[in-house]
């Protein structure tokens, strides 16, 4: 196994004028699952490709382990890639499949059985080796596409929103099945995907990009409770954290007709009289009548069970309106047409920059 470091890596293509990855810094541990997330358009999968050599490095250098592989062809480096569209082919078997790059690379056909009847225990595939990819479900498809990988033995997988062809409830599934058998065979993954759910259940750590740029890179937990700007804040959680432009008052900043108690050195370094306030659903609590807080018409509740959300309209600011989101008793809750008041829950109350989105706040602050 090895580790993994982009260093100052960057991709412009051809007729550019920006580029697609720009001077990415990021280090990958030995046997780390990281995931590469963002929105479409984001570099995310340009840097998977330049570490698996089908994309020119153009600035920078990428190393696995110690050698650095910038210009080595990809069969060289010694990495195992799974594609979105599995890549099978169609005339071979399961176990042929799995087993083409052993052939390929002169593998004898004891030691290439013997591989591929390990992979496929693994994957609970064994029923299946004789079989055509037509044969094979979605899921299938995607485990024998793994064991193509894991055969190869790999240092370094890359998986290239792998889960995107299935439907809901199998790529909760895979998922799950994917990050379990990464931690069983310990190998240096790179992970990329636009669904922020997957990146939260199945990375060791989380590397959030935006325009070619790295946002943020952490646990799970470290981008879901201390994003580093409001970009960050905005698209790892769902549903997404509220996010609105709130002025500072003498103490605070003014959440609907009461103050939530901000220090005032974290204020200095305010660009402007007004901040961005972020909060999380599972942060509002929906008060009782005449207590105060941000008032909310309520527009529609979605009952999930024994949750819920409650989604309305604010009005903040001068009377700018505003969508925000909170979850709700899934029993007992309000309905449409309702007005409420919202109350933050303390110490879970994010300030960000109005001017750079940068945060502001060390630590989540608490509300009065």
């Not at 309209?313 to 007992?332: F, M, P, Q, S, W």
Request: charged share 25%.
């Amino acid at each position: 196994m090895a580790s993994v470091t982009f260093d100052q890596a960057t991709r412009l293509y051809p007729g550019g004028t920006r580029p697609a990855v720009d001077k990415l810094n990021l280090e990958v541990g030995d046997g780390e699952f990281l995931v590469l997330v963002g929105p479409s358009g984001c570099g995310k999968s340009t840097s998977l490709r330049m570490l698996a050599g089908l994309e020119e490095v153009n600035a920078g250098r990428i190393l696995i382990g110690d050698r650095d592989v910038t210009d080595v062809p990809p069969k060289d480096r010694d990495i195992a890639m799974v594609f979105q569209n599995y890549a099978l082919y169609p005339h071979m078997t399961v176990a042929e499949n799995m087993g083409f790059a052993l052939k390929i690379a002169g593998v004898n056909k004891d030691e290439r059985a013997k591989r591929v009847e390990e992979a496929a225990k693994l994957l609970d595939l064994t029923d299946y080796l004789n079989r055509k990819p037509k044969a094979l479900s979605g899921g299938q498809r995607q485990r024998v596409a793994m064991g193509r990988a894991i055969v190869r033995q790999p240092q370094v997988f890359l998986m290239d929103e792998p889960l995107s062809n299935l439907d809901a409830k199998l790529r909760v599934q895979t998922r799950t099945q994917i990050a379990s058998l990464q931690r069983r065979l310990g190998v240096t993954t790179v992970y990329v995907t636009h669904d922020q759910t997957e990146a939260l259940t199945m990375g060791d750590r989380i590397a959030v990009l935006k325009d070619g740029l790295l946002q943020q890179v952490g646990t799970p937990r470290d981008l879901y409770e201390r994003p580093s700007n409001e970009f960050v804040a905005g698209f790892i959680g769902s549903p997404a954290m509220n996010l609105f432009t709130s002025d500072i008052a003498d103490g605070g900043i003014i959440w609907g007709d009461e103050i939530v108690p901000v220090e005032r050195e974290v204020l200095a370094k305010a660009n402007g009289k007004q901040v961005r306030v972020g909060i999380r659903p599972e942060d509002l609590v929906v008060g009782a009548a005449g207590e105060k807080g941000l008032k909310v018409q309520v527009d529609l509740v979605e009952e999930l069970g024994a949750d819920g959300y409650l989604y309305g309209r604010a009005n903040a600011n001068g009377g700018a309106e505003h969508d925000i989101v909170a979850r709700v008793d899934g029993r007992k809750h309000p309905f449409a047409g309702d007005t409420v008041t919202l109350a933050a829950v303390p110490g879970h109350v994010h300030v960000f920059d109005a001017e750079t989105g940068e945060r502001l706040t060390e630590k989540a602050i608490a509300s009065a």
